[in-house]
C-alpha cells in the first residue's frame, strides 16, 4: 500500500520560512516523480513544484520562484519543499503526490497523494 506523509506545517509570521517534509511508503522513491501541491480556501488545487525521478529535473511554479526549493533523498524516501519570505497568500493546505510519469505539471497525472499539511501564515 502507497503512502505519502505530509509533515513541517504550522502557524507562521510574515517573512518566515518552513520545510516541509513528504515521507512515501509502498513504493520506491527512485521510480517516482514527486509533486506539491496547495489548495487555499475558496481557490482551486494549484501546482507548486514538482521533481522528477533520475536526473531529478525541477519544476518551480513562477510565481513562487526564488522562493522555493525542492528536494528529495531516496535513500530516505522522502521529499521535501522549502519555502522563504512567506506571506498570507501562501496560506494553504499543502499536498505532496507521487507519480510514475517524469516531471508531471498537472493534478491528474499524479497517482498517490498525501493528507496534506496546513501552512498558516498569519502575524
Known amino acids: 500500500q502507497v503512502q505519502l506523509v505530509e509533515s513541517g506545517g504550522g502557524l507562521v509570521k510574515p517573512g518566515g520560512a518552513l520545510r516541509l517534509t513528504c515521507v512515501v511508503s509502498?513504493?520506491?522513491?527512485?521510480?517516482?516523480?514527486i509533486g506539491w501541491f496547495r489548495q487555499a480556501p475558496g481557490k482551486e488545487r494549484e501546482m507548486v513544484s514538482c521533481i522528477s525521478y533520475v536526473p531529478g529535473n525541477t519544476y518551480i511554479a513562477p510565481f513562487l520562484k526564488d522562493r522555493i526549493k525542492i528536494s528529495r533523498d531516496n535513500a530516505k524516501n522522502m521529499a521535501y519543499l522549502e519555502m522563504n519570505s512567506l506571506n498570507a497568500e501562501d496560506t494553504a493546505i499543502y499536498y505532496c503526490?507521487?507519480?510514475?510519469?517524469?516531471?508531471?505539471?498537472?493534478?491528474?497525472?499524479?497517482?498517490?497523494w498525501g493528507q496534506g499539511t496546513q501552512v498558516t501564515v498569519s502575524s
Open positions: 509502498g513504493v520506491t522513491l527512485v521510480d517516482q516523480s
Open positions: 503526490a507521487s507519480s510514475k510519469e517524469w516531471l508531471p505539471l498537472t493534478a491528474d497525472r499524479y497517482e498517490y
